[in-house]
């Protein structure tokens, strides 16, 4: 997904590195390239105009220390490579446990992002680590989505929460509380929520997100994104972010032919 844009910036880096002493002229002119790049991934305008100017001033503030003979066009690859990692959100982290188990995931976003499958993943990587997860089927609303969970959760060997039919059928609101209840008694570690998505942020998924992650006090709530959004990965994240207080972005369906820009423009949104 994101070869493109490691292609541009490889380009843009190569003939920096070849110029020996930089200059301000060759600063703008890298800086030109990466905002060509990171708006052809679809990386939102904003996000683009911030993270240009920071690497510009942080480039053009390290000039007048570089000495003559280094690789000045190593420091400055090293400044645009330490802006990435922290518009990612900074150094890598685990999943933070509860101290009272279960350690409950909720995954919200939009419907057709993969949250179902996103969840059977989960489940069998927790599991696999010697966890004892519990996947909570609380999308009451797509057709047969309780029944994907529940075949998803055979497939791996994880127990499913279904106490509701879905189609339409049922409180997933009550289906998550119940679900945290029934983990609790059975002693699973680890609770991992399919919440329901839409096409759209309607208010009806807003007051269902918002309720389900008050009453599961989850200690990850995770926004998935299906890396085809690009641009709208923004705006869609700042929304979850609002409701439910995103901890985390999961980009699905990374072997397509996105461009990446989504990744970078959710994360800056939360």
């Known amino acids: ?24 002229a060759d600063i703008d002119a890298t800086c030109a390239e990466i905002r060509q790049a990171l708006l052809e991934s679809d990386v939102a305008l904003s996000v683009v105009e911030s993270f240009v100017e920071q690497v510009r001033e942080k480039s053009l503030a ?17 400044i645009v490579n330490a802006s990435l990692i922290e518009i990612l959100g900074g150094e890598a982290r685990r999943v933070r446990f ?18 179902t499958t996103l969840a ?13 997860p519990l996947l ?9 989505a309780v029944t994907q969970l529940q ?3 055979e497939s791996i060997g994880v127990p499913v929460f279904a106490p509701e039919p879905g189609n339409g059928v049922g409180d997933p609101v009550k289906v998550a509380k119940s679900g945290i209840e029934f983990a609790k008694s059975k002693q699973y570690n680890m609770v991992i929520v399919d919440t329901a998505g839409r096409h759209q ?12 992650s008050s009453i599961t006090r989850a200690s990850e709530r995770w926004l998935v994104i299906d890396a085809q959004v690009g ?17 985390g972005i999961v980009i699905t369906k990374l072997d397509g032919t996105a461009r990446g820009g989504g990744a970078l423009s959710a994360v800056a949104a939360t």
């Open 1 to 24: 997904m994101f070869e493109s844009l490691t292609s541009r910036f490889s380009s843009a880096f190569s003939s920096l590195r070849s110029r020996g002493k930089i200059s301000s």
């Open 62 to 78: 390290a000039l007048p220390t570089m000495q003559s003979g280094t690789n000045q066009g190593q420091a400055i690859f090293e």
């Open 98 to 115: 509860a101290k009272n188990p279960p350690t409950v995931i909720m995954l919200a976003g939009l419907q057709g992002a993969g949250k």
């Open 120 to 132: 059977g993943k989960l489940a069998k990587f927790y599991a696999d680590q010697g966890n004892t």
């Open 136 to 144: 909570v089927a609380s999308d009451l609303q797509r057709p047969n």
């Open 151 to 153: 075949v998803v959760g």
């Open 201 to 212: 942020l309607d208010q009806e998924l807003v007051d269902e997100l918002e309720q389900i």
């Open 231 to 247: 641009q709208a990965a923004g705006p869609v994240a700042a929304s979850f972010h609002s409701l439910a207080g995103v901890t």
